[in-house]
T-cell receptor, first 113, second 112 residues
């Protein structure tokens, strides 16, 4: 079974702190994604990566950056956390075949005070 | 632009009753369509997917969905709902560039 692991299930940070959310997948998938989930808004794509060191902006990249130094690991970085970044963050991975299905981690719930 | 609409934010059904969750999409080409389920505090799990072929697709947990091109719809159905089906359900469209577009979700409550 594909496993996508997010390092932190729950985080509480203060405004202005730098936040790292880590995601690791164990099935050699080329593509990795970071989504943000808010009630009533569904999932919104922040960034995705289709190869090591490659990244593309999604629909809401402002205030976020990403890093993919190894194929299995995709990190989301909040350089200076703000209260409006309080949310559930979901990592996912997929194969490159056309619209290969997404496999999700369990999510990281971030609260910024 | 691609988009997915789930018109029902909340649905409540009695245990044992049938269920239909609606999904409409906007996409210029043949879509790749998905339904995912999210239990409280968890990530999303794939229920079923449509890529091509038979427009009625079967998924896990007794769910099925029907692709209707003329209506741009991909509605999810289950003939008899169980209490464990209470969750949030998301419809999604995938494109040829490995991007996915999600609806806003439908929360299902199941009455005993």
């Amino acid at each position: 079974d594909v496993k996508v692991t997010q390092s932190s299930r729950y985080l509480v940070k203060r405004t202005g702190e730098k936040v790292f959310l880590e995601c690791v997948q164990d099935m050699d998938h080329e593509n990795m994604f970071w989504y943000r989930q808010d009630p009533g808004l569904g999932l919104r794509l922040i960034y995705f990566s289709y190869d090591v060191k490659m990244k593309e902006k999604g629909d809401i990249p402002e205030g976020y950056s990403v890093s993919r130094e190894k194929k299995e690991r995709f990190s989301l970085i909040l350089e200076s956390a703000s209260t409006n970044q309080t949310s559930m963050y979901l990592c996912a991975s997929s194969l490159t075949s056309a619209a290969g299905e997404l496999f999700f981690g369990e999510g990281s719930r971030l609260t910024v005070l | 632009a691609q988009s997915v609409t789930q018109p029902d934010i909340h649905i409540t059904v009695s245990e044992g009753a049938s269920l239909e969750l609606r999904c409409n999409y906007s996409y210029g080409a043949t879509p790749y369509l998905f339904w995912y389920v999210q239990s409280p505090g968890q990530g999303l799990q794939l229920l079923l997917k449509y890529f091509s072929g038979d427009t009625l697709v079967q998924g896990i947990k007794g769910f099925e969905a029907e692709f209707k091109r003329s209506q741009s719809s991909f509605n999810l159905r289950k003939p008899s709902v169980h209490w464990s089906d209470a969750a949030e359900y998301f419809c999604a469209v995938g494109d040829n560039f490995n991007k996915f577009y999600f609806g806003s979700g439908t929360k299902l409550n199941v009455k005993p």
